[in-house]
C-alpha cells in the first residue's frame, strides 16, 4: 500500500511486507434452500440491540416523556350524572315554598282545639264575655303555632347554613395556603410566570385533593423545571455535539 509511507513513515511500510498472507479457507458447497433455513445467524453478537453504545430503547409501557406524569392534571375528571348536588351557600337554605302547599296545611289546622266546651256553650247562648274568650283562646293558638314555626325555621336555616359553611371552609382555608406558599426558584416569581404558576397549583390540588399546599408547590415547581428541561434537551443536545473533538477521517487517503 503505497499510502502508508506518508503516514506512518517507511518502517511501519516494511514491517506490512514480510507478513504472509493467511491460508484461503476451501470453498463450500452452495446450501440449498433447506441447508440454508437449518443454518443460523453468521453472528449472533452482531444484533444492534446487543451493541454497546446503543441508546437504551424504553420499556413497554413505561414513560418516555419526564411530562407524562403530568398528563392527566389537565384532563377533566368524568362527571357522574347520578351523584347528588352538594349544595353552597347561593343555594336557598330554607328551599322552595309552595304557597298553594303551605296554605292546604294551615287550613287543615284546627286553631279552636284548645278552646274549652263551656266557653263555647256560654258564647253561642249570647255571653259576649265567653264569645271574646274563645276568640282570644283561638288566636293564642294561632300565634303559638306561628311562633313555634318561625323558631323551627330560623333553627333549621342556622344549622344548615353552619355545615354548608364548614363543608367549604377547608378548601377555603387550604386556597389561602396555597396562595402564600412562595417559591424560591427567581424565574417563577416573574409577574410574566407567577400567574401560571398559580393556575398550575390550583389545578394539581384540585386533582389531588389528598396532598398538602408543601406537596402541591412542590409538584408545581417540578412541573415547571422538567417542562423547561425538555424544551431545552434539543439545544443543549445539538451544543454538545457540536463542541465534541471530531476524529480524524482517514477515509479520504484510500481514494
Known amino acids: 500500500m503505497a499510502f502508508l509511507p506518508g503516514i506512518f513513515g517507511k518502517q511501519a511500510a516494511q514491517q506490512q511486507q514480510p507478513q504472509q498472507q493467511p491460508a484461503q479457507p476451501a470453498p463450500q458447497p452452495a446450501a440449498g434452500p433447506v441447508s440454508a433455513q437449518m443454518q443460523g445467524p453468521a453472528n449472533p453478537a452482531a444484533n444492534p440491540a446487543s451493541m454497546p453504545g446503543q441508546p437504551a430503547q424504553a420499556p413497554a409501557g413505561g414513560p418516555v416523556n419526564p411530562l407524562d406524569s403530568f398528563a392527566d392534571m389537565f384532563k377533566p375528571k368524568p362527571v357522574d350524572p347520578n351523584a347528588p348536588k352538594t349544595p353552597t351557600l347561593a343555594d336557598p337554605i330554607l328551599g322552595q315554598l309552595d304557597p298553594a302547599a303551605f296554605r292546604q296545611q294551615v287550613e287543615q289546622a284546627n286553631f279552636a282545639a284548645s278552646i274549652p266546651q263551656e266557653t263555647i256553650q256560654r258564647a253561642i247562648s249570647g255571653d259576649a264575655q265567653a264569645f271574646s274568650d274563645a276568640i282570644n283562646a283561638a288566636a293564642r293558638e294561632a300565634f303559638a303555632a306561628a311562633a313555634q314555626l318561625s323558631h323551627g325555621l330560623v333553627e333549621h336555616g342556622s344549622r344548615t347554613a353552619a355545615e354548608r359553611l364548614n363543608g367549604t371552609l377547608d378548601s377555603r382555608i387550604k386556597n389561602y395556603q396555597l396562595k402564600t406558599q412562595n417559591t424560591n426558584i427567581e424565574q417563577l416569581q416573574h409577574p410574566a410566570v407567577a400567574p ?9 390540588a384540585q386533582s389531588n385533593p389528598q396532598l398538602s399546599p408543601e406537596a402541591v408547590q412542590q409538584q408545581a415547581e417540578q412541573y415547571f423545571m422538567q417542562m423547561a428541561d425538555v424544551l431545552s434537551a434539543p439545544k443543549r443536545q445539538a451544543a ?6 471530531k476524529e480524524t477521517d482517514f477515509s479520504s487517503y484510500l481514494s
Request: charged share 20%; aromatic share 0%.
Open 240 to 245: 454538545e455535539q457540536a463542541a465534541r473533538p
Open 196 to 204: 401560571m404558576l398559580s393556575a398550575v397549583k390550583m389545578q394539581i
